[in-house]
């Protein structure tokens, strides 16, 4: 009789193994500066972020290596006024940076970016700035944005010089898609 239980249970788990898992995705609401950068610093897992309201930022949001972040932005905007001084530097919207490497998204990040308006707010610092810097290191990156608007800016996302993957079989260069967007006053959709 306990084999005959054993046996079954030992079936059971057998089955419940073999069952599709769901892997599910944070969501987070987020209304100004704060809100953003504790959502992406804390983001452990595939995160969805939701803008409500329009941010403007006082610095870069840095995305560090392994992080996958979604963010609808409901035609809410991100602004930020350029700047690059001995005081400060605020020059691009998201970036990120590995230990010796030029900044940048680095490697293993996966930004979609939806709806969402990216403006240069410094009226005398006119087309300068970036939605996204990819760094030099940004192996298996993936940058997708979608019915998105790029306002005074130099380009919506730029990429550092790639150096050449050391295993080009499971290192590829960084992928960046821009569909369905608008420039007015950038010089670039990105370079």
């Not at 035609?75 to 605020?90: A, C, Y």
């Not at 970036?95 to 970016?113: H, R």
């Not at 709806?115 to 290191?137: C, D, I, P, R, W």
């Not at 499971?170 to 007015?184: E, H, K, M, Q």
Request: aromatic share 6%; proline share 2%.
């Amino acid at each position: 009789m306990k084999k005959k239980l054993l046996s079954v249970a030992l079936c059971l788990c057998m089955v419940i193994a073999l069952l599709p898992t769901v892997a599910l995705a944070a969501e987070v609401t987020v209304e100004d500066e704060a809100g953003l950068v504790n959502a992406i610093e804390s983001a452990s897992e595939a995160t969805t972020i939701t803008l409500e309201d329009n941010i403007t930022l006082t610095e870069s949001i840095n995305l560090v290596s392994g992080t996958e972040i979604t963010i609808e932005g409901n035609d809410n905007s991100i602004s930020f006024s350029f700047e690059i001084s001995n005081e400060k530097t605020l020059k691009t919207v998201f970036t990120g940076s590995a230990a010796g490497e030029v900044e940048g998204i680095p490697a293993n990040v996966k930004l979609t970016v939806n709806n969402v308006k990216f403006v240069n707010t410094n009226e005398t610092q006119k087309s300068q700035g970036y939605a996204v810097l990819v760094g030099s290191n940004s192996y298996n990156t993936v940058i997708t944005m979608t019915g998105c608007i790029f306002e005074n800016l130099y380009c919506g996302v730029i990429a550092n010089y790639q150096k050449a993957p050391v295993d080009e079989n499971s290192n590829a260069y960084p992928v960046i898609s821009i569909t369905g967007s608008t420039f007015t006053d950038t010089t670039y959709g990105y370079s």
